[in-house]
């Protein structure tokens, strides 16, 4: 019989924070590492819930030099976008790509990262939780 994990969820609010900054402190909690009891090989993490993700900042030059690429797998399908493109249109996966290399890359990633819930604005349906700030 399994044992039932109860999931705490916190709350990110992504307003004026640094990218990398903040996807370091959710993948830790999405790994689980905040708790006492982290065990590498079991999945004990939390639920994080990131709200004005259209706000999200970048050091430096970083704002007009960061591409994002991936390749379609067909001959010269490399596709590249730059942070100020991605944010305008689909500013939740720049968050997401941020945690998602930041997790280890094993078989508990894909299970992590759908405990990631991310919105662009303030608003997000996910009142009735008890939801602690980050």
Same mark, same amino acid.
Do not use: C
């Given at each position: 019989?399994r044992k ?5 969820w916190?709350?990110?609010?992504? @307003?004026n924070?640094?990218?990398? @900054? ?11 590492k ?7 090989h ?7 819930v ?16 960061k ?14 976008e730059?942070?100020q =493109? ?23 990633r894909?299970?992590?990262?759908? @405990? ?6 303030? =608003? ?9 700030e980050i």
């Amino acid at each position: 019989m399994r044992k039932q994990i109860n999931r705490k969820w916190y709350l990110a609010d992504a @307003r004026n924070r640094v990218l990398g @900054r903040l996807a370091t402190e959710i993948a830790k909690i999405l790994q689980g590492k905040n708790l006492a009891n982290y065990e590498p090989h079991k999945d004990m993490g939390q639920v994080v819930v990131v709200i004005n993700a259209k706000d999200v900042k970048l050091t430096g030059k970083k704002a007009t030099q960061k591409e994002y690429r991936h390749h379609t797998g067909y001959l010269g399908g490399l596709k590249t976008e730059t942070f100020q =493109e991605l944010i305008k249109t689909k500013p939740e996966e720049v968050i997401k790509r941020a945690v998602w290399n930041m997790l280890p890359k094993n078989k508990l990633r894909k299970k992590r990262i759908l @405990r990631l819930k991310i919105y662009a604005g303030s =608003e997000h349906p996910h009142q009735a939780q008890k939801l602690e700030e980050i």
